[in-house]
């Protein structure tokens, strides 16, 4: 039976889609979307649909990243997600971004760390290592500063994901010939990589509901911003009512 | 036609089926009650829900209408405009069940949807349409839009608020006097024993344009409120019947003027403001064609709305919806 599976991520500014059919990825492609992930999602689904030459109604399976990541960013291809599955009924899967940022680096038998950009000069984060010829995360989602972070690697570990330069040399001052890194193409998130860890998750258990997937936010959502004007007791001044700043 | 419509640009999760644009076969609408401890929608709160309640609710709704998706003919949901994150919910939602559907998408304006919920019906007696071309006033906690319909899908903004929405105004004057939120029905209330012209407020309207202005009306209450307690207590009832009058009178007038103006054949209202009964009498008063406006629950957000819009756009064909959603998208 012709089978396939359609893999998303929107987690950051960059995005990636592929098509896998269980043994190969038929097609795909990640690219720098900034935050113009809910213009390019569909138009790229469909192209990779084409280039692969298969049909919308050969998608059983659709894998989606759930962060951590941008907030805004990880809605978008979860409520594709949820979409395409309640459309066609394709079983629905989601799979952490770092768990996708670390699954290629396994066969390195390095301690491997993925980072991810949380805003404020801080990172999500989490750490990866083989033990007992098991590959697995070992420690919770992670989000702080480098320096928070490095004080929890004290052995040789493979930086993969979105370190820009300056990140780079903050972690080689802070570890020293610790901390090592994966060339830029291989520290990209790929959708091929989701889409493979998806159909195996899916192998292995049942459907949940749809409305059961939830992003990994981590952080709780920042309460300020304009629309936020928390019930106070009859104010004494503009300011205090939430009053805009007057013109005169 | 069966459209299977969803809106998320504000704090309501709403997903609907829509026939031949008119008759609804549900319509499902949870309302976040996340907001009402913080008073206000924190737009990131509004869109973790969103995502949370879309998918149950859209079940619901087929539920509800009796039908399964082979049934339905399009989807339709909100592109703007609206809060970016909550809007990207419902779209992406919508896309992505169109695509695996095999069914048509189709992007809708969520003021549009206030215009064409007048068009909705409530029972299953076939009332004419309402007569274009028309003047629509628009007014909840999130718009203060007047906008002329000449025809389907050509719509032209007359004006707007250039500072906060006539329902934001009624519930920030509502929580000056002490009284609940959402402020309108309050002030409504309150307003009843109260003297309108106990005190005279400033105009909430620009000379010379379609434009409204309500933050100096609210200053002005707030100067009112505070010299009132400094002399003593509050007359609560003459105060919110002075602010309703205020801000009643502005919204009719600016309606009344625009429908002279062009010629109209009838004058809508859309939004939760619109169930404010001094503002429906003071329109009615001051113009000489039918009024029309939806029930209570047709009139806030929800996915009905979004139903009939999006099924007339597909008859009328109009202006191209962008790909992605816009805060600000503007009207066709
Ligand atoms: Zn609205």
């Not at chain 1, 940022?101 to 301690?111: C, E, G, I, V, W």
């Not at chain 2, 071309?133 to 899908?153: F, I, K, Q």
């Not at chain 2, 756009?313 to 962008?322: D, K, N, Q, V, Y």
Request: proline residues 6%; aromatic residues 6%; hydrophobic residues 45%.
């Amino acid at each position: 039976r012709v089978s396939a599976l359609l893999a998303l991520d929107t987690s950051t500014e960059w995005a990636s889609v592929a098509v896998f059919d269980g043994s190969a990825v038929l097609a795909e492609e990640t690219w720098h979307a900034q935050r113009r992930h809910a213009e390019d999602l569909f138009p790229t689904i469909e192209r990779l649909l084409t280039l692969s030459r298969q049909q919308i109604g050969t998608v059983d399976k659709v894998a989606v990243a759930t962060g951590p990541g941008s907030f805004t960013g990880l809605r978008v291809a979860i409520a594709a997600a949820q979409g395409l599955a309640r459309g066609s009924g394709a079983a629905l899967v989601g799979i952490s971004t770092l768990d996708v940022l670390a699954y290629p680096h396994a066969s390195s038998k390095l301690r491997t760390c993925p980072l991810l950009p949380a805003g404020r000069g801080e990172y999500y984060a989490a750490l990866y290592q083989e033990r007992n010829r098991k590959w697995a995360r070992r420690s919770p989602f992670i989000v702080g500063s480098l320096v928070d972070l490095c004080r929890q690697i004290g052995t040789h570990t493979l930086f993969v994901g979105e370190i820009d330069a300056e990140g780079e040399s903050t972690l080689r001052d802070l570890l020293g010939p610790l901390a090592l890194f994966a060339p830029p193409a291989s520290r990209m998130r790929r959708a091929g990589y989701l889409a493979e860890l998806g159909w195996n998750e899916l192998a292995e258990r049942t459907q949940a509901p749809l409305g059961a997937l939830e992003p990994i936010y981590v952080r709780q959502p920042a309460m300020g911003g304009s629309f936020a004007q928390p019930f106070t007791p009859p104010p004494a001044d503009d300011a205090a009512l939430g009053l805009p700043k007057r013109t005169a | 036609m069966r459209i299977l419509a969803i809106e998320t640009s504000c704090d309501e999760t709403g997903v609907a089926v829509i026939e031949d644009g008119r008759r609804i076969r549900a319509n499902v609408i949870a309302t976040q009650l996340a907001h009402q401890a913080t008073g206000g929608i924190v737009p990131e709160v509004a869109a973790r829900e969103h995502l949370r309640a879309i998918d149950p609710i859209t079940d619901t709704a087929l539920r509800d209408a009796g039908i399964t998706l082979r049934e339905v003919d399009a989807v339709g949901a909100t592109v703007g405009p609206g809060l970016v994150g909550c809007l990207l919910v419902g779209a992406n939602y919508g896309r992505g069940l169109a695509l695996a559907a095999g069914l048509p998408f189709i992007g809708v304006n969520h003021l549009e949807g206030h215009v064409y919920a007048n068009w909705l019906l409530q029972t299953e007696e076939l009332r004419p349409e309402p007569e274009l071309p028309a003047v629509v006033l628009v007014v909840s906690g999130a718009h203060s839009d007047l906008v002329l319909m000449e025809a389907h899908r050509r719509f032209r903004l007359l004006g707007r608020t250039i500072d906060d929405a006539a329902g934001e105004a009624f519930d920030k004057v509502a929580r000056l006097l002490g009284l609940g939120f959402p402020g309108g029905p309050e002030i409504e209330k309150a307003a009843k024993d109260g003297d309108p012209n106990a005190f005279p407020l400033p105009k909430a309207w620009l000379a010379d344009r379609y434009d409204f202005s309500f933050s100096g009306l609210k200053t002005a209450v707030l100067r009112l409120t505070k010299s009132l307690e400094e002399k003593g207590t509050v007359p609560v009832g003459d105060v919110a019947a002075s602010f309703q009058k205020a801000i009643v009178e502005a919204l009719a007038e600016k309606t009344a003027r625009a429908a002279a103006e062009h010629g109209v054949r009838s004058v809508m209202l859309g939004g939760g403001v619109a169930a404010n009964s001094a503002l429906r009498a003071e329109i009615t008063r001051r113009i000489a064609v039918p009024l029309h406006v939806p029930p209570p629950r047709l009139c806030t957000d929800n996915g009905a709305m979004v139903g009939a819009a999006a099924f007339f756009s597909l008859r009328h064909r109009g202006a191209e919806m962008p790909a992605g959603v816009r805060s600000n998208l503007p009207l066709a």
